[in-house]
Every structure is written in structure tokens, then in C-alpha cells.
T-cell receptor, first 112, second 114 residues
Framework: QQKVQQSPESLTVSEGAMASLNCTFS??????FRWYRQHSGKGLEVLVS????GEKEEGSFTAHLNRASLHVFLHIREPQPSDSALYLC????????????FGKGTKLSVKS | GGIITQTPKFLIGQEGQKLTLKCQQN?????MYWYRQDSGKGLRLIYY???????QKGDLSEGYDASREKKSSFSLTVTSAQKNEMAVFLC?????????????FGPGTRLLVL
């Protein structure tokens, strides 16, 4: 069964400093990866989706997928205090979106 | 664009009570989902539905019923609330449910059982 782990559990960065979040998955045949953000008391907001090895940029968010090493990273360029939230990694095998497996999340705090 | 609405926002129940949560979407998406989010755990899929009147079990379906009354709405019933249970229930929808279709989420219903 797919296992998705995120690190660190929590991260504090200064405003404007790059933030890097890590997601490790167990099934090398996975081909569908998403990063979501959840502000406190709110629903999930999709940030970036990536389906092949390499990088995908959406605004200030860049996902980097390396399937061989079973890692997908999220880099946040020049984070603002409004980016403080829980960041969730979601992974699914090909064929069925319903089989998304989520990590527990990284809680990011951005200090001004 | 579209929006997913979940009602109620907060739900306080008693042990053993049957509780119903509702979700509406105006994306005109075919597939809808119910997830449970517990503190310190990832989201877990309870039920999903690929079209009106369809129902598929997720990993956490025991203790729940669901109903897809029409394309735009999907409801979830907690059949017997457990004492001290506290969780957030999130509804989501996607165009078809294929592997490259993004799931969009509602704001959640926060459940507390006394």
C-alpha cells in the first residue's frame, strides 16, 4: 500500500527566504503528484500538479519530481506571512484519481 | 470557476447520534469525494461517486453512509457518532475522476461529539 511521508513536520522561515518541503512516496509506479495548501480552518487549495520527472512552476511554487529517488519537493520562492499554512503532498497511481494518498503535512510559518 | 459549499460548518453531536453532512458543487463535475481529516494524520477517503446515484467505498467507509442525490450534491451520514470524536470532513470534486483531473476541495465541516 502506498505510503507518503512529509518532512519536516514544521518549518519556520523568514519572509523572503526560500522554503523547501519534502515528500517521499513508496510506490515507484506512481505518476500523479500534487501539492495542496490548507490555511487554518479552511479547505485545501491546489498549488501545483506534476506528472513527469523534472520541475513544474506555478507562480512562486515549484514542484520537483525525482521518481527514481521516490521524492517530490516543493520550493516556495520569497514566501510571505500569508503563506503560513499546512502544506500537503498527494500521490496517486495512474488511472484513478480516487486513490490519492495524502501525507500528514508540513506546517509552514513565515515570520516577518 | 466554481465553488464547493459544505453545510454545516460546525456540527456538535451526541454519542450514538446519526449525523448528516451536505456538500454542493457548481463546477458541473462528475466525480465527488468525502474525506476525513484527523489532527496528525493525512486525509483519508471515506466514499466517492463518479456520477449521480453511483457510490464507491474508500479506505474508511465503515461507520458511514453516503448518497449522491444529483450531480451537484453529495451527502455523508455518520451512522453512530463516537464519544469524543473530533475531525474535519472535507468534500471534493473533480471533472471525471481520471488521474490527471485535479480534485477541488470545500472548506470542511468540523465535527465534535460530546
Amino acid at each position: 500500500q502506498q505510503k507518503v511521508q512529509q518532512s519536516p513536520e514544521s518549518l519556520t522561515v523568514s519572509e523572503g527566504a526560500m522554503a523547501s518541503l519534502n515528500c517521499t512516496f513508496s510506490d515507484r509506479s506512481s505518476d500523479n503528484f500534487r501539492w495542496y495548501r490548507q490555511h487554518s480552518g479552511k479547505g485545501l487549495e491546489v498549488l501545483v500538479s506534476i506528472f513527469s520527472d523534472g520541475e513544474k512552476e506555478e507562480g512562486s511554487f515549484t514542484a520537483h519530481l525525482n521518481r527514481a529517488s521516490l521524492h517530490v519537493f516543493l520550493h516556495i520562492r520569497e514566501p510571505q506571512p500569508s503563506d503560513s499554512a499546512l502544506y500537503l503532498c498527494a500521490v496517486s497511481p495512474g488511472g484513478s484519481n480516487a486513490k490519492l494518498t495524502f501525507g500528514k503535512g508540513t506546517k509552514l510559518s513565515v515570520k516577518s | 470557476g466554481g465553488i464547493i459549499t459544505q453545510t454545516p460548518k460546525f456540527l456538535i453531536g451526541q454519542e450514538g447520534q446519526k449525523l448528516t453532512l451536505k456538500c454542493q458543487q457548481n463546477f458541473n463535475h462528475d466525480t465527488m469525494y468525502w474525506y476525513r481529516q484527523d489532527s496528525g494524520k493525512g486525509l483519508r477517503l471515506i466514499y466517492y461517486s463518479i456520477t449521480e446515484n453511483d457510490l464507491q467505498k474508500g479506505d474508511l467507509s465503515e461507520g458511514y453512509d453516503a448518497s449522491r442525490e444529483k450531480k451537484s450534491s453529495f451527502s455523508l451520514t455518520v451512522t453512530s457518532a463516537q464519544k469524543n470524536e473530533m475531525a474535519v470532513f472535507l468534500c471534493a470534486s473533480s471533472i471525471l475522476g481520471g488521474d490527471q483531473d485535479t480534485q477541488y476541495f470545500g472548506p470542511g465541516t468540523r465535527l465534535l461529539v460530546l
